[in-house]
């Protein structure tokens, strides 16, 4: 099974800073690489799919870069709406997810 | 617009079985292939199951391989999952996705979730 792993696990930022969140692939996931966002008591919403693309609807604001087996999630110039959890997914063999990074005030 | 609601979830003792059902609308559900993933209470995501679009093929997490069996209705928009030898690890809120089409394995579109309780 492959592992994902997030970093950190809890990001405290001030709004209108930026926010980097990383997560790595026990092996090569090639570009099969998925960011989601999860507000509490709401269902997750896919932001980043292919590591790099945004999905429908997502702002400018979220990117996603890749480097080898290590993913990162830029969020520039954070909003108060952009405060929640944030996990990583790959689908390149099965599915798994990492285990999130709570991104705080 | 794209609709997902689950249901079925309740409070049921250890051993026990249950369905839960998961119904669509507002895209063509045999295009697409769907996955059901839970979340524990307070915890992170885990990825459940995967139907293809036809139902031909189907994948389960190893942890409730053999226990856990996904199917759908494609004449009447309904993805199911039935639960079988339920344990309280499998207490969780369960998610219904559907599988993206330009990233097929990502979820493009989830529902809200039913809640799953084993407890004696």
């Known amino acids: 099974e492959i592992v994902m792993t997030q970093s950190p696990a809890t990001l405290s930022v001030s709004p209108g800073e930026w926010a980097t969140l990383s997560c790595r692939a026990s092996e090569s996931v090639s570009s099969d690489l998925a960011w989601y966002q999860q507000k509490p008591g709401q269902a997750p919403r896919l932001l980043i799919y292919?590591?790099?693309i945004r999905a429908t609807g997502v702002p400018a604001r979220f990117s996603g870069s890749a480097s080898g087996t290590e993913f990162t999630l830029t969020i520039s110039s954070l909003q108060s709406e952009d405060f929640a959890v944030y996990y990583c997914q790959q689908y390149h063999n099965f599915w798994t997810f990492g285990q999130g990074t709570k991104v705080e005030i | 617009e794209v609709q997902l609601v689950e249901s079925g979830g309740v409070v049921v003792q250890p051993g026990g079985s249950l369905r839960l059902s998961c119904a669509v609308s507002?895209?063509?559900?045999?295009?697409?292939?769907m996955h059901w993933v839970r979340q524990p209470p307070g915890r992170g995501l885990e990825w459940v199951s995967l139907?293809?679009?036809?139902?031909?093929?189907?994948y389960s997490s190893d942890s409730v391989k053999g226990r856990f069996t996904v199917s759908r209705d494609n004449s009447r928009n309904f993805l199911y999952l039935q639960m079988s030898g339920l344990r309280g690890e499998d207490t969780a809120v369960y998610y219904c996705?559907?599988?993206?089409?330009?990233?097929?394995?990502?979820?493009?579109?989830w529902g809200r979730g039913t809640l799953v309780t084993v407890s004696s």
């Open positions: 292919g590591a790099f």
């Open positions: 139907i293809s679009w036809d139902g031909g093929s189907t």
């Open positions: 996705g559907r599988d993206s089409l330009p990233a097929p394995g990502a979820i493009d579109f």
């Open positions: 507002g895209f063509t559900f045999h295009d697409y292939a």
